[in-house]
């Protein structure tokens, strides 16, 4: 089992940067899928990004290609979301994710661990 837990979100201008961070116990972050997700009010929390357990080509939602950049840092036993040029449509509580498949994957509902979520509101 492995515990998640989320910081780095704020408020920033519409086009700023936020760079989050997920640090994990329990375990090593080696042996998991890890994602990133998002919720706004009122939606279902979406795919933002993933990589899988031995850090092959990442996988992003089509809405933050080439803004967001997922990466780990093994012996942090951390991944990171770096995200820039921000817009007002990425205000969200974003989460990080994991789960013991060694298949990539972008369904909210395959990822086994969650951590409790970071604010992230971008003013325009």
């Known amino acids: 089992q492995v515990q998640l837990v989320e910081s780095g979100g704020g408020l920033v201008q519409a086009g700023g940067s936020l760079n989050l961070s997920c640090v994990a116990s329990?375990?090593?972050?080696?042996?998991?899928?890890k994602g990133w997700f998002r919720r706004t009010p009122g939606k279902e929390r979406e795919f933002v990004a993933a990589?899988?357990?031995?850090?092959?080509?990442?996988h992003y939602a089509d809405s933050v290609k080439g803004r967001f950049t997922i990466s780990a840092d093994n012996a942090k036993n951390t991944v990171y979301l770096q995200m820039t040029n921000l817009q007002p449509e990425d205000t969200a509580v974003y989460y990080c994710?994991?789960?013991?498949?060694?298949?990539?994957?972008?369904?909210?509902?395959?990822?086994?661990?969650w951590g409790q979520g970071t604010q992230v509101t971008i003013s325009s």
């Open positions: 994710a994991a789960d013991p498949s060694p298949v990539l994957n972008t369904n909210v509902a395959r990822y086994r661990y």
């Open positions: 990589v899988t357990r031995r850090g092959g080509t990442p």
């Open positions: 329990g375990r090593t972050l080696t042996v998991y899928l």
